[in-house]
């Protein structure tokens, strides 16, 4: 397609994530879904759908222990209490992620110390987690950005080395793998969520995987309001929540998990059919991906140089616009650290907790010490990704791309 024909072509309408086009839900969630109502069970507890989800999705990842939970963020929360921090115990975490993966660690206790990434992958590595840990380090979070891995081996060697925890957090980062091994599965625990837009969806729900019995043991306590279901004097050991994911939930999961390989496969193959499209444009830069790796595309990220793009990534998204495709310059906007719930601490009433309990270093900011995370920011556009793209919405994208760079 030349640049002409598109400017002269109707706009195309891009299959969406937020609704049916862009999505795998069909029939077999239908039927599941159904199967469930009819049985009149709907709680996970007495039910039959969770608990095959849960076996199939530990299969699935290799794993010796999975659980489903209400969301995403449940799934965070659920790691960090597996971990147990005291109060004042620091988890290093990303400069780059959802705040649904931050508050989880402040919920418990906890204060997040901020480790910068690497501009090329708004990944944490190894390089940027060391500086971070101190003797209050309890856990470190690592967040698979993208669906692309972070450089585990050297995580894991550092943390090994240190007898620190990894939590890796994978809700962008289905079948993705380093070294030939799916993430999730490398770390303590591994978290994932079946939000809307995520490569399976539920609409909300998450899954926590491990290969530590005693770390399942709690996970599966802090879902069930630490109720000890099946023993034999149960009680309630801990102050734990609800986070149980419904018997209407793991029935469209046990149908999505089954679609899993395709839709992995479908968005990677269009990823690299887009890659080769935009080889030698001027200013843009497609995805790195280290060699031992395996991104799995939950977005398909573009570095936009705004030496050379007036505007940079913000430039981009406006022209693209006008073709019909809404990305996302700068992903989030802001490092994380500069929202008002760290800037102001603001968290439980006025007491500013856990945040009374923090070493100074642990809250310092300075953006100084963020210049991978700063640079990655502000070249980063965020394209709209799902495994419903066909040749043409890859051709579509690449001339619309081409076009706007032109102009």
Aim: aromatic share 8%; net charge negative.
């Amino acid at each position: 397609m030349s640049n002409s024909v598109l400017t002269e072509k109707k706009l195309l309408t891009l299959p969406s994530d937020q609704e049916a086009s862009g999505r795998t839900l069909g029939a077999e969630e239908i039927a599941l879904i159904t199967e469930a109502i009819q049985s009149g069970t709907l709680t996970s507890t007495k039910g039959n759908f969770v608990k095959t989800l849960e076996k199939l999705f530990a299969e699935l990842v290799g794993v010796k222990h999975a659980y489903g939970c209400a969301s995403g963020s449940a799934a965070v929360h659920v790691a960090i209490a597996a971990i147990d921090p005291e109060p004042g115990d620091e988890i290093i975490t990303t400069s780059i992620t959802d705040m649904g993966a931050l508050t989880p660690i402040i919920y418990q206790g906890a204060i997040p110390v901020f480790a910068d990434v690497d501009p090329k992958t708004w990944n944490v590595t190894a390089e940027t987690i060391e500086p971070c840990i101190s003797d209050r380090t309890k856990a470190i979070i690592v967040t698979h950005l993208f669906g692309n891995p972070c450089n585990m081996t050297e995580i894991m060697e550092l943390a090994r080395s240190r007898n620190i925890p990894v939590i890796e957090d994978c809700a962008q980062a289905y079948g993705a793998k380093h070294n030939g091994q799916q993430v999730g599965s490398i770390g303590d625990i591994g978290c994932f969520s079946l939000q809307q837009g995520k490569h399976i969806t539920t609409g909300e729900g998450g899954l926590v995987a491990t290969n530590n019995d005693a770390l399942a043991r709690r996970m599966y306590l802090f879902i069930n309001k630490a109720w000890g279901y099946g023993d034999p004097n149960p009680d309630h050991y801990f102050l734990a929540l609800n986070y149980r994911m419904c018997e209407l939930q793991g029935a469209v999961a046990v149908g999505q998990l089954s679609k899993l390989e395709s839709v992995v496969h479908s968005r990677v193959t269009s990823a690299n059919k887009l890659r080769e499209k935009l080889q030698g444009i001027a200013g843009i830069t497609t995805p790195w991906v280290d060699p031992r790796n395996i991104h799995t595309y939950w977005k398909y990220c573009l570095s936009v140089d705004g030496n050379i793009i007036p505007n940079g990534p913000v430039g981009m998204a406006q022209k693209l616009k006008t073709k019909g495709i809404f990305s996302a310059p700068r992903y989030i906007q802001k490092p994380a650290f500069m929202c008002e719930i760290f800037q102001k601490q603001n968290t439980f009433g006025k007491s500013r907790f856990p945040f009374t309990l923090a070493r100074l270093e642990a809250v310092d900011y300075s953006r100084e010490r963020f210049t991978g995370t700063y640079a990655g920011l502000e070249s980063v556009l965020v394209l709209p990704w799902n495994e419903r793209y066909t040749d043409e919405h890859i051709d579509y994208i690449a001339d619309s791309i081409r076009e706007a760079v032109a102009e």
